[in-house]
């Protein structure tokens, strides 16, 4: 089993800079893609970004991508999301997520991994 923690959510301005963190442990060396997603009041929840085993390879959303960078630790089990330029539209509930069944890449579908945090509170006010 994997667990996740979330933390580094808080209340920001537009514009401001935020890093989440994601605290992976257990049984971290089976981990494979992990990613961030979030969700919002009222909304589904929707991937945000999203990142392979080594690290080589990554991917956004569109509403996010050149704002938002996400990398891993594997080494310390960590997993980090750089957030950038915030607009009151990241207002959410961002989770960790990470799954251990081989994948060269990453799911860009919540279905795709097994393991979650419990989540961290973003808000952004205009």
């Known amino acids: 089993q994997v667990q996740l923690v979330e933390s580094g959510g808080g209340l920001m301005q537009a514009g401001d800079s935020l890093r989440l963190s994601c605290a992976a442990s257990?049984?971290?060396?089976?981990?494979?893609?992990m990613a961030w997603f979030r969700q919002a009041p009222g909304k589904e929840r929707e991937f945000v970004a999203g990142?392979?085993?080594?690290?080589?390879?990554?991917d956004y959303a569109d509403s996010v991508n050149g704002r938002f960078t996400i990398s891993r630790d594997n080494a310390k089990s960590m997993m980090y999301l750089q957030m950038n330029s915030l607009v009151p539209e990241d207002t959410a509930v961002y989770y960790c997520?990470?799954?251990?069944?081989?994948?060269?890449?990453?799911?860009?579908?919540?279905?795709?991994?097994?393991?979650w945090g419990q989540g961290t509170q973003v808000t952004v006010s205009s």
């Open positions: 997520a990470a799954t251990n069944a081989y994948n060269r890449n990453f799911y860009y579908t919540s279905s795709g991994y097994s393991y």
């Open positions: 257990g049984r971290t060396l089976s981990i494979f893609a």
């Open positions: 990142i392979n085993r080594s690290g080589s390879s990554a």
